[in-house]
């Protein structure tokens, strides 16, 4: 017989999940240790499941708590669920996949994830077929909610799904998601992307087997009306050209037309995801043959930085990271977005700090690196029209740029310095912040040169403001300063 909830038990679960909403600190406390308390029960589990998938009069807030409290039971505690308890759980999921709710179903995507990544892939052996088979159902919610579940599986899984411990479920999956790039609906379009995309870098052979249906099927999505299936896209062909540039070769061209456009996407994921392109780009032997050289300075929204206390987050150290390029300036890189004002340092901080005006900036350093002076005559005129500029906010993205192309294009710049060094100096004086501090970085790219020169030409003017810097009222340009000295 199919498991039924007390009906005195049941309220008594609803009670807690609501008063676990609360704000109240002492609530809190006394929920959690409730919680402690009822997870000695096995069956407890069931009620958290009856609650996210079948009291679909209760609030979404209310369901989806229930179903992510069970989700973290299941981190902790599933391989002491009995049998019967984990049956139940599973079924409930499958079941409930297609909720109307798009909260409950990404919560039920969640769950299913979570217990598959508990060894359940190998016993759970109808999961797969299931979603897969879900996927041709003439109930939007249902197909979308079992993409979802994909999704988080094919993230968490992929090298166990590229493997013969589950008879390679992906020869029969990949096809399945080419299937869906067509899809009318932008939301499972994006999820089928994103789905292939994992197999990318781990040369899964079924999606090596299908790589030309593939790339066409991207190009057929490049243009795409959904800003999260082009995110999707450029990520991809990002992707394929550090691990099958062979196969975008022919197509070189064109790619590298599109990406200039998306690096210019109204949607600034968009164009981050395009812009890793070119720094990945200039890794390839192939660059300099295929890439006729475009500029476009991109640069953020900035917000000047006020003097204010500092606390014990701003003066622990920064760490500034591509996700898909390691940087070989890595130390270097780091003066350039200082108009973040939170540095945290969990991971999830960490990646938000990469924006697109640094990828830009890191993609200008890495291409100057392959083109080196060739690449000088293209930017002149720009640069001069920039670092002069009356804005504040386009003169700073110049001295940015100048710093950027400091190592790749030093030899021909060097007739310039004598002109751009005083100017540079002159900006640590500047009254925005953010043109202070990206001063100093720019400076510290051409110290060498400084250097090399007479010191009462630029290396003393340069350490006197430097050091009047060091006491700047705004700690960026501080720390941009005590990086120089």
Request: proline fraction near 5%; glycine fraction near 4%; aromatic fraction near 6%.
């Amino acid at each position: 017989m199919e498991w039924q909830p007390d009906e005195q038990g049941l309220q008594q679960v609803l009670h807690l999940l609501k008063d676990s909403q609360s704000p109240n600190t002492a609530t809190q406390r006394a929920v959690q240790e409730k919680l402690e308390q009822l997870n000695q029960f096995p069956d407890f589990n069931n009620y958290l499941i009856f609650v996210l998938t079948r009291l679909k009069t209760e609030d979404e807030p209310t369901r989806s708590l229930s179903g992510l409290i069970l989700k973290n039971n299941v981190k902790v505690h599933y391989q002491n669920f009995p049998p019967a308890v984990a049956h139940f759980i599973k079924q409930e999921c499958l079941n409930n996949i297609g909720d109307p709710s798009p909260l409950i179903r990404a919560t039920i995507g969640i769950l299913i994830t979570t217990i598959s990544t508990k060894g359940e892939l190998q016993t759970w052996p109808e999961l797969l077929p299931q979603l897969c088979n879900m996927l041709d159902s003439e109930d939007y919610n249902t197909c979308e909610g079992s993409f979802g579940a994909l999704q988080k599986i094919c993230e968490d899984s992929s090298e166990l799904l590229d493997s013969d411990a589950l008879n390679r479920p992906l020869n029969i999956m990949i096809p399945k998601f080419l299937q869906f790039f067509k899809h009318c609906s932008p939301k499972i379009r994006s999820h089928a992307v994103a789905c292939v995309n994992q197999f990318i870098i781990g040369r899964a052979q079924a999606l090596m087997d299908n790589i030309d249906t593939f790339i066409e099927s991207l190009f057929a999505l490049a243009a795409d009306e959904d800003s999260e299936v082009r995110k999707n896209v450029c990520r991809a062909l990002v992707m394929l050209l550090e691990v099958r540039v062979d196969r975008l070769i022919p197509h070189m061209r064109s790619i590298v037309e599109y990406m200039l456009q998306r690096t210019q996407d109204p949607d600034e994921n968009v164009a981050l995801e395009a812009c890793e392109f070119w720094l990945t780009l200039a890794e390839q032997p192939i660059c300099k043959d295929v890439l006729a050289f475009a500029s476009v300075d991109k640069h953020g929204d900035v917000e000047e930085d006020e003097a204010v206390p500092d606390n014990e987050q701003d003066i622990k150290p920064r760490f500034h990271k591509s996700r898909t390029v390691t940087l070989r300036h890595e130390g270097d890189e780091g003066e350039e977005g200082e108009e973040s004002e939170e540095d945290d340092d969990d991971d999830d901080d960490s990646l938000s700090d990469w924006n697109l005006r640094k990828c830009s900036a890191a993609a200008l350093d890495v291409l100057a690196n392959v083109f080196r002076d060739e690449l000088l005559p293209h930017l002149l005129p720009v640069l001069k029209e920039l670092l002069f500029h009356l804005d504040w906010v386009v003169k700073e993205s110049g001295i940015l740029v100048l710093g950027a192309i400091a190592e790749g294009c030093m030899q021909d710049m060097a007739p310039y310095l004598p002109e751009l060094i005083p100017h540079l100096i002159q900006c640590l004086c500047d009254k925005k912040a953010l043109v202070r501090s990206i001063a100093c970085w720019t400076l510290s790219r051409y110290a060498h040169w400084v250097v090399s020169q007479p010191p009462d030409s630029y290396l003393k003017p340069l350490m006197t403001e430097l050091l009047k810097r060091i006491l700047d009222s705004n700690k960026r340009v501080q720390e941009a300063a005590c990086r120089y000295v």
